[in-house]
């Protein structure tokens, strides 16, 4: 009685024009997506931080990509133009994803 059922079911569902139940239906054929070129590496060589000081004023300068966080933390503490004494504690953070860099990081490259 399943078999039946399977074969009626099968002949009303049947494409219009096929003639017979057992036809084999031809799918067309999936177009194939175009292999875009890799773009070449860029070898970058320099890195530029935007760097914004309590008073909110930010300061732009361009370091070595290979320069540790210490570099960049070094240059701040001399380059500091907000008035407050450059031997007065900060931290370097990110904004998004929010990371406060800790002394183990000081010593990482900046790429």
Known sequence: KIERDKLARKEKFAPQGSGSSNAAVAEAPKPQAAAAPSAPKKDYTTTRLQIRLPSGTPVIHEFSAKESLSAVRLWISLNRTDGIS??????????????????????????
């Open 86 to 111: 450059s031997d007065d504690p900060f931290t370097i953070a990110t904004t998004f994803p929010r990371k406060v860099f800790t002394e183990e990081d000081m010593d990482k490259p900046l790429d």
